[in-house]
């Protein structure tokens, strides 16, 4: 089994930067990739970011390519979503994925197998 814990999640300012963190525990050592996905209001959820754990290569969504930038720390088991000149739009529920396997697309829920429980990021104007 392997745990996901996500923080940072808050109420901001349109134009503000903000850092989620996602500490994992567990079975971490056999872990493939980390990602992040969120889920707007009324929205599916969709992919954000992943990156693989051994090799660090990231994938973002097209859309939000250069605003956000996925990192992690392998000593602390941690991965980390860097997200600047935040739009009212980036409202959302943000979860933290870990996969053990590269069996499906990294852009898909079905390839990963351990979720956070969400944490709140509310953006006004």
């Known amino acids: 089994q392997l745990q996901l814990v996500e923080s940072g999640g808050r109420l901001v300012q349109a134009g503000d930067s903000l850092r989620l963190s996602c500490v994992a525990s567990?079975?971490?050592?056999?872990?493939?990739?980390r990602g992040w996905f969120r889920q707007a209001p009324g929205k599916e959820r969709e992919f954000v970011a992943a990156i693989m754990w051994s090799s660090g290569n990231t994938y973002y969504t097209n859309s939000l390519k250069g605003r956000f930038v996925i990192s992690r720390d392998k000593v602390k088991n941690a991965v980390y979503l860097q997200m600047n000149s935040l739009k009212r739009e980036d409202t959302a529920v943000y979860y933290c994925a870990a996969a053990l396997s590269g069996a499906y697309s990294h852009t898909s829920e079905r390839m990963y197998e351990y979720w956070g429980q969400g944490t709140q990021v509310s953006v006004s104007s």
């Open positions: 567990g079975r971490v050592s056999s872990t493939y990739a």
